[in-house]
């Protein structure tokens, strides 16, 4: 069985930080990409942060994230983090992680297996 389970997430005020968690099992975890995706309410979902396969471990950010958030990947622990720094409202969001086969991905239509989401919200 498949899993990515995402935790981590929480109520913190603007500029504090918080480190997600997702906690991957059931497919072979070094040879998948993960990505961290967000989605607000009345918004679509948007790509925030990707890691490449182990052998890689090329790193994608999006505008938004860069320079505030870093990926990393603990191959030992099949679990992927997203270290959140000055965060901001508007990273208000539900946080999904999702993998894929091969390198990064941008998008959520080049996933195949998604986690059910943890909520990031940040107070001004």
């Known amino acids: 069985e498949v899993q990515l389970v995402e935790s981590g997430g929480g109520l913190v005020q603007a500029g504090g930080s918080l480190r997600l968690s997702c906690a991957v099992s059931g497919f072979t975890f070094n040879d998948y990409a993960i990505g961290w995706f967000r989605q607000a309410p009345g918004r679509e979902r948007e790509g925030v942060s990707c890691?490449?396969?182990?052998?890689?471990?090329?790193?994608y950010y999006s505008d938004s994230a860069k320079g505030r958030f870093t990926i990393s990947r603990d191959n030992a622990k099949n679990t992927v983090y997203l270290q959140m720094n000055s965060l901001k409202p508007e990273d208000t969001a539900v946080y999904f992680c999702?993998?894929?086969?091969?390198?990064?991905?941008?998008?959520?239509?080049?996933?195949?297996?998604w986690g059910p989401g943890t909520q990031v919200t940040v107070s001004s």
């Open positions: 999702a993998g894929k086969r091969g390198g990064i991905g941008r998008y959520d239509r080049e996933y195949e297996y």
């Open positions: 890691i490449s396969e182990a052998d890689d471990s090329s790193t």
